[in-house]
């Protein structure tokens, strides 16, 4: 009996899907649905995945829309109840499916599980054991850079998963849709599944770290670069802008503003690169959604009063 949906978003990863789609086919837990949503890619990705890999589902999209409405199309047209977001330039241990919606079965209690992704060419070196938040606006991985050596093998519980190697309670992922849409598609991509995050800790969702369920991942294979710079420099305002409940926003709006100002200076001494003026681009750009996004986020506060007032907000800080 199937229980699981595995949805990997591709654009242009005819190089990458074999490995990503292999280290699936040799999962030991096989009660899975693989589901590729490809987001108009130009290469023949999908004649690679209907040739090689016919048990594989394509939901093919006409035109980009970005991974945020990609993975969203897909959440609409698959059903099981348990929901795994895998990027299309990584690859899975065997055990790695077992273990991850292991979690989730033996703790009722968290909604999300988040993997231990490893770089692909180093790996011995992490590149994230979960995700945390800061006040401020940056998010960030758990030991990103540091060498392996079993520091963070515990089963904890942290701030959220990256959507590139994650698994999600369906019911969770309804209880955060809104106008029918779990992940914000304004934000298009990067930054997204931060987005989620924040609002899952905000309705009171709770997120494990699975440390045996290993993922490698090349990094920044199917995006990285200008696109990344652009879209975080964006998104990282709007998405706290959006979400951060009222008490710790009026606390912590000037450390905010200290942190876009040091990106800001940061990329203006390296305007020659392209990675640089991207970033400016994406704070600008970010500035002109304020007024969209300050709308949405009274919306939510009406949605979310009742839970906010419920809460002691020294202890929501701990979570961040």
Known sequence: MTMIDVIIPNYNGRELLPTCLDSLRAQTRRDFQVTVV???????????????????????????????????????????????????????DPQWLAALIGALERW????????????????????SAGDFYRLNG????RGVWEVDRGQYDAFVEVFGPCAGAAAYRRSALELLATAGYVFDEELVMYCEDVDLNLRARRRGLRTIFVPTAVVYHRLSA???????????????????????PAPLARRYWPALLLSQLRFALHSLRHIREPAARARLRGQFDGLRALPRFLARRAAQVHETAAFIAAVNCSSYARFL
């Open 38 to 92: 490809d987001d108009a890619s130009t290469d023949d990705s999908v004649a690679l995945i209907r040739s090689r890999y016919p048990e594989v589902q394509v939901v093919q999209l006409p035109q980009n829309r970005g991974f945020a409405a990609a993975v969203n199309v897909a959440l609409a047209q698959t059903y099981q109840p348990f929901v795994v977001l895998l990027n299309n330039d990584t690859e899975a």
């Open 108 to 127: 009722p209690q968290f909604a999300f599980a988040a993997s231990k992704l490893r770089l692909f060419d180093r790996r011995h070196v992490l590149h």
């Open 138 to 141: 940056e998010p960030g991985n």
């Open 222 to 244: 199917s995006g990285g670069g200008v696109l990344a710079s652009y879209y975080c420099g964006r998104n990282m305002p709007l998405v706290w802008v959006k979400n951060m």
